[in-house]
């Protein structure tokens, strides 16, 4: 599989060359020449195979030969080596769980592949490669947990001051050996801003920068993996599957849309966003015109101008009709989510965070506006311990803190202080 920049300026390039570059050398997200598909008797059998044999039939055609079947096979087997539990709310609506990793998040499941397959590809180079990730909240622990202790690679993330849980933070700043931490004065886009300019400068060019975000196709494409888990799971209800994700910078929805073309049966999908709501007005309207990244209570989504959506557009041709016809969203304030997280209490005593809660918001609303016989799922994407003072407030409750949570929660924070671009380069430089 050859991949190409979504700016069409430069050559394309194999899988190897897209994971280590992260961005096009134009500045452009990379995308596979062709989707994909799977055939018939896949979808057939789903349920015979393991979760990680399912899985590697998944990604595969992504990777081609770059990476041998044996190794291939090993990394997504320890990439999902966790539980991803469906929980039932009602009739017709579950929670996917993608939370049971071990930074309590949906993406240890990104983080982990391409930990391990930028491992692989670095593998014997004599040249180190510093992976460089802004993050909104979760991404930061996720990529740095994932990369901890993988040879050759350094691991350098941005993340705006105050504006991510104390959880999280300890997550990032606490790791040590590879990992550092660069605590900005500003917001996310200010974070993702730098790391963009970062590679495009000539100056840093005696480093070999990669990046870590939802934009590397190591991170994106494995996302996937969710939708195939939900519906393996709920093949036997025999319903028409919808899936509302709680989205931000839109990586995790742009890879189940990508799922659905490669033949996984899903009806519809569902964009559920805070008040960053940039996409459900792009539906409404017809315009897209990303909005200043606004804060609240579900943070990992505070994102104003989602870098994935681009992707969404390609895989539907720029056609606003098509993209409709798959994709619905609306978005809700932090009052709406917290009313919400109530309501999944008293209806099955279940403990959402912020984040499922505005994709819970979007599937009932959705749901309630098609009066097929639908199943819902939504992706609850992080546990609920991560947002702990807006869920204990709201619910009058204690969330238990996890026993994998405890020993990072000890430890003292590490972090190194910046305002701008100016002192991001030097601390790279040095
Ligand atoms: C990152 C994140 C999201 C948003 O995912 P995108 O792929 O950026 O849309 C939602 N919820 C949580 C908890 C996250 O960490």
Redesign the pocket.
């Known amino acids: 599989m050859k991949y190409f920049s979504l700016n069409h300026n430069t050559k394309n390039t194999s899988f190897s060359d897209a994971v280590i570059r992260g961005l096009a050398p134009d500045r452009g997200l990379y995308f596979p020449e062709k989707i994909p598909t799977l055939p018939k008797r896949f979808f057939d059998r789903i349920e015979g195979m393991s979760i990680p044999q399912m899985a590697y039939k998944v990604i595969k055609p992504f990777v081609g030969k770059q990476i041998n079947k044996k190794k291939l096979k090993e990394i997504v087997t320890e990439t999902l080596d966790f539980e991803f539990p469906l929980i039932e709310i009602t009739d017709n609506i579950a929670a996917l769980e993608l939370f049971q990793g071990p930074t309590l998040?949906?993406?240890d499941v990104g983080a982990r592949f391409m930990a391990r397959a930028l491992g692989h590809f670095n593998k014997g180079a004599n040249k180190k490669i510093t992976v460089l990730v802004a993050t909104s909240?979760?991404?930061g622990g996720a990529v740095a947990n994932g990369f901890l202790g993988v040879e050759g690679v350094n691991v350098v993330i941005l993340y705006p001051k105050g504006k991510v849980s104390d959880i999280q933070e300890k997550q990032l700043t606490t790791l040590g050996q590879n990992i550092t931490a660069l605590e900005v004065d500003g917001v996310f886009d200010d974070c993702q801003e730098m790391v963009k300019t970062a590679f495009l400068d000539n100056s840093l060019a005696s480093i070999q920068l990669t990046s870590a975000n939802?934009i590397n196709v190591a991170r994106w494409l494995p996302q996937m993996f969710y939708y195939f888990i939900a519906y393996r799971a709920l093949k036997h209800k025999n319903k028409k599957l919808v899936f509302s994700?709680?989205?931000?910078?839109?990586?995790?929805?742009c890879a189940g849309i990508m799922g659905q073309q490669m033949g996984l049966p899903i009806a519809h999908f569902i964009a559920s966003t805070n008040v960053n709501d940039s996409v459900p007005r792009y539906l409404d309207t017809g315009s897209y015109d990303p909005m200043p990244t606004v804060q609240t209570i579900?943070n990992?989504?505070d994102?104003g101008n989602?870098s994935?959506f681009i992707r969404i557009q390609k895989i539907f041709n720029n056609d606003l009709f098509r993209m409709k016809k798959n994709l619905s969203g609306y978005a809700y304030t932090d009052d709406q989510t917290k009313k919400a997280l109530k309501e999944i209490y008293a209806e099955k005593k279940y403990v959402a965070?912020p984040?499922g809660a505005v994709g819970y918001l979007g599937l009932k609303e959705y749901l309630h506006q098609h009066a097929e016989d639908l199943y819902g799922v939504f992706l609850e994407?992080?546990h609920p311990i991560k947002f702990i003072d807006t869920v204990e407030k709201t619910l009058k409750l204690k969330v238990p803190v996890p026993e994998r949570l405890k020993e990072t929660l000890s430890k003292e924070k590490e972090s190194i202080s910046i305002r701008d671009y100016r002192d991001l380069k030097s601390y790279l430089l040095d």
């Open positions: 998040a949906f993406k909240g979760d991404t939802s994700v709680p989205s931000g910078n839109f990586g995790n929805i579900s990992a989504m994102v989602p994935n965070d984040h994407t992080a």
